[in-house]
Nanobody, 120 residues
Framework: QVQLVESGGGLVQAGGSLSLSCAAS????????MGWYRQTPAEQRELVAT???????NYADSVKGRFTISIDNVKNTVDLQMNNLEPEDTGVYYC??????????????WGQGTQVTVSS
């Protein structure tokens, strides 16, 4: 069974840094991409950053220049380095994985989420 285990969330002051990690297990298909999405009280779940197996990245405009996403294709992990955090970054961060089977079916998997709180 596929599982995504997230870690690294916590409480930090504005201007500080946090690093999130997501480890995938039970993957039998080729990973297409992994990424991070966040849910805040004021808005629906939104994309933060994604990265493909071939290292193509996509960032939300609000985090460009502050966040960096990386993937390890051997360990099946994805990290999100978050610098210069702002109170607006507060929310629950969810790891997402997309994969493709040999019959061309695609699948999506989500982690349980990890809380990030940025105080002013």
């Amino acid at each position: 069974q596929v599982q995504l285990v997230e870690s690294g969330g916590g409480l930090v002051q504005a201007g500080g840094s946090l690093s999130l990690s997501c480890a995938a297990s039970g993957i039998s298909f080729e990973i297409n991409s992994m990424g991070w999405y966040r849910q805040t009280p004021a808005e629906q779940r939104e994309l933060v950053a994604t990265i493909t197996r071939r290292y193509m990245t996509n960032y939300a405009d609000s985090v460009k220049g502050r966040f960096t996403i990386s993937i390890d294709n051997v360990k099946n992990t994805v990290d999100l380095q978050m610098n210069n955090l702002e109170p607006e970054d507060t929310g629950v961060y969810y790891c997402k994985l997309t994969a493709r089977s040999t019959n061309a079916n695609s699948y999506e998997y989500w982690g349980q989420g990890t809380q990030v709180t940025v105080s002013s």
